[in-house]
């Protein structure tokens, strides 16, 4: 009966040591496993979360550079239109200045013609009356009146003439600017747009490789926590209950040795016993 408890103790040990193993491997092998896929999931998480924030940079860039460039065509309207107006104005203020200038210079030749040749028939006929000279003076005024009208007026088409091509140049030059800005932002924009498109393709692939990795996260964690109510929540310890065993084991050997002796002292005297009866006997 005891040599039956031995075996049995024996062969639950050994059960015990198969299972410990298989624990130990299959606790190990599940670690490493669900440890890779935290790391995994956690890396993918940061690639998406680093590519959403700048993907969400570029298009607010974008955002910003639409309203920009819709300010510059605003502007540009504008200044177009200022342009426009401006030179109507140059247009109809030179028309009158030259024709104003063209009248004045008309009438101071009819005048120096008129007075130029009256002066020239005096020098050869007698002394004109005394009324006569101041005629010709009256004329000499007008003509230096039209003359100092004919400076000014020239002066004025000059610095009308030069506002015009001040402004037309520096509308010019504007509106070359601001088409070299526009071009480079349309530019930015079209660059910036295939970024953040390229970055949304990225984030979509990126989420379905973290949503499968997710998955079988969840999947590795369920079996952890079933290896573990296997092999880690027991009353006692592995090691303990191989100790308890063991010295179980040495208990009943110990006792089964007791017995033994007993038996075999037992033995030796019957024989003893025997012997003297038959001494007797004879």
Do not use: W
């Amino acid at each position: 009966m005891i040599t039956e408890m031995i075996s049995k103790l024996e062969e639950q040990m050994g059960s015990e040591a198969q299972e410990k193993a298989y624990c130990d491997e299959e606790m190990s092998k599940t670690q490493a496993k669900k440890d890779k896929l935290e790391f995994t999931v956690d890396k993918l998480t940061n690639h998406i979360d680093k590519d959403s924030a700048r993907s969400s940079e570029l298009k607010q860039q974008v955002t910003v550079l639409q309203e920009e460039l819709a300010s510059l065509a605003k502007e540009q309207a504008t200044m177009d239109n200022v342009r426009k107006e401006a030179h109507a104005t140059f247009v109809s203020e030179k028309a009158t200045l030259d024709k104003g200038l063209a009248g004045i210079r008309k009438g101071l030749q009819i005048l120096k013609d008129y007075f130029g040749a009256a002066a020239a028939s005096l020098v050869q006929q007698p002394a004109a009356p005394a009324g006569h000279g101041a005629d010709a003076g009256a004329g000499g005024s007008i003509i230096s009146i039209l003359e100092v009208a004919e400076s000014d007026m020239a002066k004025e088409l000059v610095q009308v003439e030069s506002q015009e091509a001040d402004e037309a140049s520096a509308y010019e030059e504007t509106t070359q600017s601001n088409k070299m800005t526009v071009a480079a932002k349309v530019q930015d924009v079209k660059y910036k747009r295939q970024e953040a498109a390229g970055l949304d393709k990225t984030i979509t692939e990126v989420s379905n490789d973290r949503a499968t990795s997710s998955a079988e996260l969840v999947e590795v964690n369920a079996y952890f926590t079933k290896l573990q109510g296997r092999c880690v929540a027991k009353p006692m310890p592995y090691e303990e209950r191989k100790k308890a065993r063991e010295a179980e084991i040495n208990g009943l050997k110990e006792a089964l040795d007791v017995l033994e002796n007993e038996a075999a002292l037992i033995q030796q005297h019957g024989k003893r016993g025997r012997n003297m009866r038959g001494s007797l006997q004879l």
